[in-house]
């Protein structure tokens, strides 16, 4: 038995999952984020599926609700049920060996994205000198949504946004955008 702990706001879509492999399914949610996108995929059962919705927009946040998740998963859940967290973020690394060294298989899976896509729009931030890049959050998500032809899709253009920031392409902070290249 499997048990999926998918971190939503990393990955952007569930339309490249099989959910049905899941007994159950627990999807976090970043508080910007008001639907989730599962594709034109259909399942012929019911999906057990728990969704916890993040009330607050803070760095981390959903990072620190989904290992709580984690932890008191590890405790309820039978001993045969197994751990998959479903993230691009390599931050669960080191919780994701504590879990299985304390006898709970785990494992992190991680989505393929279109790494052409990405390449674009790194490849159209750099073109441009560090002074002419978009220096506001707002700036930068308005970038990603014209070069990546994603205006109107929130959910796409937090994911380009969260895979930038994973790639350490840039950071953001209250006071704006940072480039590391």
Same mark, same amino acid.
């Given at each position: 038995?499997?048990?999926? *702990? #998918?971190d939503?706001?990393?990955?952007?879509?569930?339309?490249?999952?099989d959910l049905?492999v899941?007994?159950?399914v #627990?999807? *976090?949610?970043g508080a910007? +984020?008001?639907? #989730?996108?599962f594709g034109?995929?259909?399942?012929?059962?019911p999906? &057990?599926?728990?969704?916890i919705q993040?009330?607050?927009? +803070?760095?981390?946040?959903?990072?620190?609700?989904?290992?709580?998740?984690?932890?008191k998963?590890t @405790?309820e859940?039978?001993?045969?049920v197994?751990?998959e967290v #479903?993230?691009?973020?390599n931050? *669960?690394?080191?919780l994701?060996?504590?879990?299985?060294g &304390?006898?709970r298989s785990?494992?992190q899976?991680k989505?393929v994205?279109?790494s052409?896509e990405?390449?674009?729009l790194?490849?159209?931030?750099?073109?441009?000198?560090?002074?002419k890049r978009p +220096?506001?959050?707002v700036?930068l998500?308005?970038h990603?949504?014209?070069h990546?032809?994603?205006k109107g &899709?929130?959910v796409?253009?937090q994911?380009?946004?969260? @895979?930038?920031?994973?790639q350490?392409?840039?950071?953001?902070?209250?006071?704006?955008? @940072?480039y590391?290249?």
């Amino acid at each position: 038995m499997k048990w999926a *702990f #998918i971190d939503y706001e990393n990955i952007g879509c569930l339309s490249k999952l099989d959910l049905s492999v899941y007994e159950k399914v #627990i999807v *976090f949610v970043g508080a910007k +984020q008001p639907k #989730i996108d599962f594709g034109d995929k259909k399942y012929e059962s019911p999906i &057990n599926l728990v969704l916890i919705q993040i009330k607050a927009t +803070q760095a981390n946040n959903l990072d620190f609700h989904l290992s709580y998740y984690l932890g008191k998963y590890t @405790q309820e859940a039978a001993s045969n049920v197994s751990f998959e967290v #479903i993230t691009n973020d390599n931050g *669960f690394t080191p919780l994701i060996a504590h879990i299985k060294g &304390n006898g709970r298989s785990c494992k992190q899976v991680k989505m393929v994205n279109a790494s052409g896509e990405i390449s674009k729009l790194i490849h159209s931030l750099k073109s441009k000198p560090k002074e002419k890049r978009p +220096q506001k959050v707002v700036s930068l998500r308005n970038h990603i949504a014209s070069h990546m032809k994603a205006k109107g &899709n929130e959910v796409a253009i937090q994911n380009y946004l969260n @895979q930038l920031v994973n790639q350490n392409v840039l950071t953001v902070s209250e006071s704006g955008v @940072q480039y590391k290249c």
